[in-house]
């Protein structure tokens, strides 16, 4: 017997509140995980989900956690209208941050005011370029993005670790897999005494309106999300199947570009294998659990970024596993698609 | 109401939130009566059809088989009381074949190759030629809701439901679904008829329903009663006759198609050979045949969706056979396709962004940004002086009626202000009153010097608005005649691939499916 039945009209109350339900079913089964690990629920819920909130400086981590999250989230959520699933994020940030750290190695000592400006467009571009290639492949072999973009991080990930095992090495760094500390002029300008807070949020936040204003008004983003719901009235409209992959991955990849930069330029510093915990990955769910909307993507950026350092926290004071972040990730993850089946069914009801 | 009925329906009513579909109705069907059901769409037919067939659930009244209260909880129960029904909509899946999809509603055990016998066995006993392991993409609509007719007959059913049955069939082909279905009658089922074509319940049907507004409004013994005054019992007034007057402006071609031959990308589709023709300024040129005879393929290389040679396709004395559907549009051409949800609309989004789809170039937008409030004054507009039925411009397009949808997406093309409009069977599904309203649109709109190609699986249609008449069969188009210069018969004759008049071979092997 089926347990669903097709609604007539998707329902937009659950379309907003199957995040909702997401979170409160993750942060239930979460302490269910905390009671079966033999600690207090409560205790760890507060380790995990408050205690980072209770100093300015735990504000300062989130916001700087949120920002590559909302960034890169944004562009991937015009893909994702399209269905085009780019899930190479990750490689497109890494690439973005071997260009723009690549510009800051070499234009080390320079006291020019443009060190970070290059370093931007150079990342952007690079990023861009990672996702180019997919587009490419999938305009002219047809070949399935999802995987494409997927296996093009692991190159870039070798290409880093190449880059920063070989050419661009830290003469004096004892040997570690890792570039020179940037100069000051190479890395963002600290906005908050005390705190890693730096100037790239504000690319952040142009980003969220500009893919505001872009989502709501432009004519583009419509021809995108006609070519998703309905590939034939696309057709029928006479609307680019290519302009559309070519557009959504090269957006995407441009700013999961800009996000290395901010990291490389930003908490980082230099170039070595940590540059991202798997922004690039957790940015897919938090560009769902925005709604692919964005200001729905600023909140859900928000949330993931606590789940980071909640994930820190709880390895810290409760002696967790590093994996317990993944957990999370992975919990909001299924229970949102689980709820996403409410928008368009509903429960039969017993006749 | 007889003790011996086989269905009864006694004061069945079903309300949704905004409208109620159905009130307090009662019917009553004999083992083998062909009784039909008669009403303009939104009448609450299909929804009464469906709490028949277990798909949805009454909020009141009873329902007797063959004199014992049931209460259908699902389509299985129904199918296994022996009901049986042809959705007006198919519910196949494509990329099954066709015995495969036939096993998937038997609730029983199969052995496909036995199934697959069987299938080719009763599609030939009545009529209806299948063959069991070709792949449901690749039919035509006709093949299609003929597998689900197979699919039906399969199970043996008591009680047959077909919601319009006949629209995609050619004259001779409708003939001998009603000897099917009168040998299906004899043999004691029950058949439950839904179709707007008037003559056609006259002929066929013991019996018939009319309802309006979900209620039933009269019953009636068709054979005693005229096509019209049947049609007056189901939209509660008289039937609209078109007025086709000359056309008096200047005549000169608008669409000219030159030798066009397509190979057709779909393994199963039929390539086109060498079609030519001319539309003119203010005529319209009905094209006949049964989809699947290079109907697709003509349309898509026609529209754009399909780019072909330069120089095949001339519109005003222009090569645009290379320019795709956008580019196409923008120099006058516009086209409503047989597909009107997830072709000519996005199912999922309101009138307003569906008015976007193609009136973009009204002005809409500047410096790529859309100006929301002029795409909604536009689809408001076309919902007034079009009559669509819906819920204002914010209503999504899968919410309306099939016929309203077209109304919308026929109104927002003309509304274009085109120099050729193509229209892919205009009136499919819609209700007898919509159906004059658009074709009266049509001629309105050819007579103020718009060239329009009309393809259609209707003749009666195709010879009330058409100036010319060609017949399109397995993939080559016969030769334009003016419609006092033929009937429906010779017509019927070229649409099953007869050509009796043009003398040209069929050069390639494409045998009509």
Not at chain 1, 158 to 182: A, C, K, T
Not at chain 2, 383 to 390: G, L, S
Not at chain 2, 491 to 509: D, H, I, K, R, Y
Request: charged share 15%; with cysteine; glycine share 10%.
């Amino acid at each position: 017997m089926h347990l669903l039945e097709p609604r007539a009209q998707p329902s937009q109350l659950m379309r907003w509140t199957a995040p909702l339900i997401a979170i409160g079913a993750t942060l239930l089964t979460g302490s269910l995980l905390f009671w079966a690990l033999d600690k207090s629920p409560l205790a760890s819920f507060y380790v995990f989900f408050i205690e980072p909130l209770t100093s300015s400086y735990g504000w300062s981590e989130l916001l700087i956690k949120a920002c590559p999250l909302i960034l890169i989230a944004q562009g991937l959520a015009i893909g994702f209208k399209a269905r085009i699933y780019n899930i190479g994020a990750e490689g497109q940030l890494i690439v973005g941050a071997l260009f723009g750290g690549g510009v800051a190695i070499w234009l080390e000592g320079s006291d020019s005011g443009w060190v970070i400006p290059a370093m931007v467009v150079a990342g952007a571009i690079g990023g861009a370029l990672w996702g180019a290639i997919p587009a490419l492949l999938k305009t002219r072999f047809n070949a399935e993005e999802t995987l494409t973009t997927l296996m093009l991080t692991y190159v870039a990930i070798h290409l880093l670790s190449y880059m920063v095992n070989g050419p661009w090495r830290d003469p004096e760094g004892m040997n570690f897999p890792q570039s020179i500390m940037f100069s000051d002029n190479a890395l963002f300008g600290l906005l908050i005494e005390g705190s890693r807070v730096n100037t790239s949020i504000f690319i952040t936040i142009f980003a969220v309106l500009a893919f505001w204003l872009f989502n709501a008004r432009s004519f583009l983003a419509y021809t995108l999300e006609v070519g998703g719901q309905a590939p034939a009235a696309s057709r029928y409209a006479g609307f680019s199947a290519k302009r559309t992959v070519w557009f959504s991955l090269v957006i995407s990849g441009l700013t999961a570009g800009l996000a290395g930069v901010g990291e490389v330029a930003g908490p980082v510093g230099q170039l070595n294998l940590n540059i991202s915990p798997g922004y690039g990955f957790a940015a897919i769910i938090v560009a769902y659990l925005g709604r692919l909307h964005a200001l729905g993507i600023v909140l859900a950026g928000c949330l993931m970024a606590l789940i980071y350092l909640g994930g820190e926290a709880a390895q810290v004071s409760l002696q967790m596993p590093s994996a317990i972040t993944g957990i999370f990730q992975g919990m909001l993850l299924f229970f949102l698609l689980g709820a996403d089946a409410f928008i368009d069914n509903r429960l039969r009801r017993p006749a | 109401m007889s003790q011996s009925a086989r269905l009864q329906l006694l004061h069945i009513s079903k309300r949704y939130p905004s409208v109620v579909a159905n009130d307090d109705v009662s019917l009553s069907v004999e083992p083998g009566e062909i009784h039909a059901i008669l009403g303009e769409n939104g009448a609450g037919k299909s929804t009464l059809m469906k709490i028949i067939y277990g798909a949805v659930k009454a909020d009141a009244g009873e329902m007797l088989w063959n004199g014992r209260q049931v209460a259908i909880a699902s389509p299985a129960q129904a199918r296994k009381l022996g009901i049986g029904m042809v959705f007006q909509h198919f519910s196949l899946f494509e990329t099954l074949s066709v015995v495969e999809n036939i096993a998937l509603v038997l609730d029983e055990p199969f052995d496909l190759p036995a199934l697959a016998a069987r299938v080719k066995e009763v599609s030939e006993r009545y009529g209806l030629p299948l063959d069991p392991y070709r792949s449901v993409h690749s039919l035509s609509v006709g093949e299609r809701q003929r597998v689900e007719i197979v699919r039906c007959l399969l199970q043996d059913p008591k009680l047959l439901i077909l919601d319009e049955p006949t629209s995609v069939l050619t004259p001779q082909a409708v003939q001998k679904l009603f000897e099917t279905l009168r040998r299906l009658a004899s043999e004691g089922v029950s058949i439950l008829y839904i179709s707007h074509k008037l003559h056609e319940i006259k002929s066929l049907c013991d019996s018939a329903t009319i309802m309006r507004g979900g209620k039933v409004t009269g019953t009636a013994i068709p054979r005693d009663e005229t096509p019209a005054s049947l049609a007056r019992m189901m939209i509660g007034r008289e039937l609209p006759v078109c007025e086709a007057p000359a056309f008096t402006g200047l005549v000169k071609p608008v669409l000219e198609v030159d030798r066009l031959s397509l190979a057709s990308a779909d393994p199963f589709g039929t390539s086109l050979s060498h079609v030519s023709l001319t539309v003119n300024a203010g005529e319209i040129l009905g094209i006949a045949g049964i989809s699947g005879n290079g109907q697709a393929e003509l349309l898509a290389a026609l529209s754009g969706e399909n780019t072909v040679d330069r120089e095949t396709i001339w519109l005003a004395g222009e090569a645009i056979g290379h320019l795709d559907a956008g580019q196409r549009r923008s120099k006058g051409l516009v086209f409503v396709p047989e597909e009107r949800l997830g072709r000519g609309a996005v199912p999922a989004q309101s009138l307003t962004r569906n008015a976007l789809l193609t009136a973009h170039r009204q002005d809409m937008k500047h410096w790529g940004l859309v100006s929301y409030s002029k795409a909604k004054a536009f689809a408001e507009q076309c919902i007034a002086r079009f009559d669509v039925r819906c819920g204002g411009p914010d209503a999504l397009a899968r919410s309306l009626s099939g016929g309203n949808l077209q109304k919308f997406i026929v109104g927002r093309e003309i509304m274009l202000a085109p120099r050729l409009m193509i229209v892919a069977q205009p009136t499919w599904g819609v209700d007898v009153g919509a159906a004059a309203f658009l074709r009266q649109t049509l001629l309105d709109l050819s007579r103020t010097g718009v060239a329009i190609l009309v393809i259609s699986e209707e003749l009666e249609e195709l010879f009330e608005i058409s100036d010319r008449i060609a017949v399109l069969a397995a993939g080559q188009l016969s030769a334009a005649q003016p419609k006092a210069a033929t009937n429906a018969e010779s017509v019927g004759l070229q649409m099953s691939g007869l050509f009796n008049e043009t003398a040209q071979p069929t050069e390639s092997g494409h045998a009509p499916a």
